[in-house]
């Protein structure tokens, strides 16, 4: 009974703050739509006037998880995670997702298993409540791993571009219009920014800033070196895109080489965690040792922290960096 009034509770609280932040989101869009069109005749105080903004990029502070988030410096970081896997989540969105499924799984957790091992009901907590920063990431991961497959053919594009009398910025314009995503909006973005008055040497350290790729820095490293010391930027390009691909063929051969020993280590890690789950429904009072006995609750312990760093350790072993 406790479980499912805590639960209300809690939705009826998301529910409050969603339909509070919507009307505050529509009276402030009504309020500078009334500012634009001239018809806001109250007169502001000099203190809302240099806070006012049209393009409002900070994140209204009221929740408790975004407090916690200022206070640790995390929603930078997960502002610039966010903005790299393409997702247009807010950072209090993906908190509350994640407190969302780590209450969910608490929930079932305690619901589904023996009396005895309730009280473990935070590690499936836990595990859940890491699910929504998991997507994001692999996300993420996807969204980097499509711009570099693009890359090479945008710089190739541009020597072209070049070659036939169009200015850099000019066919940085052009890209968005040949390719497709991710690559034509982070170079839309870039000439955008450009285009407004920012100087091209900081709209590209941006962009290299966006895109934590080592293909990207070299050529923001190329173009801002050529914009100083002169040469041919198209020549340069073309060379930049050969290498680059030469690079994807030896991470492909790398990477079929150390398949073997990605599965080794999967399989190795997965063995005990079958066998953990086998042994629960065939002899579950050989289990209940490492979770009512305080030697079992050391030795799984020490079982899962060698498990872990043995994973960690072939991963090392078979990743290797082109």
């Known amino acids: 009974m406790f479980l499912v009034i805590a639960i209300a509770i809690w939705v009826c609280a998301l529910v409050i703050w969603w339909v509070a932040s919507n009307a505050f989101r529509h009276s402030d869009m009504d309020k500078l739509k009334s500012r634009l069109l001239g018809t806001n005749k109250a007169k502001k105080s000099k203190a809302n006037a240099q806070n006012a903004s049209l393009i409002q990029t900070e994140e209204k502070g009221g929740l408790l998880a975004t407090r916690l988030l200022k206070r ?36 079932l957790s305690w619901v589904l298993l023996p009396g005895q091992f309730q009280k473990y009901s935070y590690v499936p907590a836990l595990f859940a409540g890491c699910l929504p920063l998991l997507f994001v990431m692999r996300k993420r991961s996807a969204r980097m791993r499509r711009f570099e497959e693009q890359f090479p053919d945008s710089l190739e594009f541009v020597a072209r571009s070049m070659r036939a009398g ?47 790729s080592l293909d990207v820095h070299f050529f923001v490293s190329a173009v801002l070196l050529q914009k100083r010391t002169g040469g041919n930027l198209a020549e340069i390009l073309d060379k930049l895109a050969y290498v680059i691909r030469e690079r994807f063929k030896l991470r492909g051969k790398i990477r079929a080489i150390s398949a073997h020993g990605r599965m080794t280590g999967t399989a190795l890690t997965c ?29 799984m312990g020490a079982a899962i922290a060698l498990q872990l760093i043995g994973y960690a350790i072939m991963r090392q072993i078979v990743k290797i960096e082109v």
């Open 166 to 212: 169009h200015a850099f910025s000019v066919s940085l314009e052009m890209i968005h219009r040949e390719f497709q995503e991710p690559l034509a909006g982070e170079f839309r973005r870039t000439f955008e920014e450009h285009n407004l008055g920012l100087p091209l040497d900081v709209a590209l350290q941006k962009l290299a800033k966006r895109v934590p």
């Open 271 to 299: 063995i005990p965690i079958a066998v953990a789950v086998i042994m629960f429904y065939v002899n579950p009072d050989y289990v209940r040792f490492f979770f009512l006995d305080d030697v079992g609750n050391i030795m």
């Open 72 to 107: 640790y410096q995390l929603q930078t970081k997960f502002q610039e995670l966010l903005e790299q896997a393409g997702m247009r989540w807010s950072t209090h969105r993906l908190v509350n997702t994640s407190l969302i499924a780590c209450v969910v799984g608490w929930a």
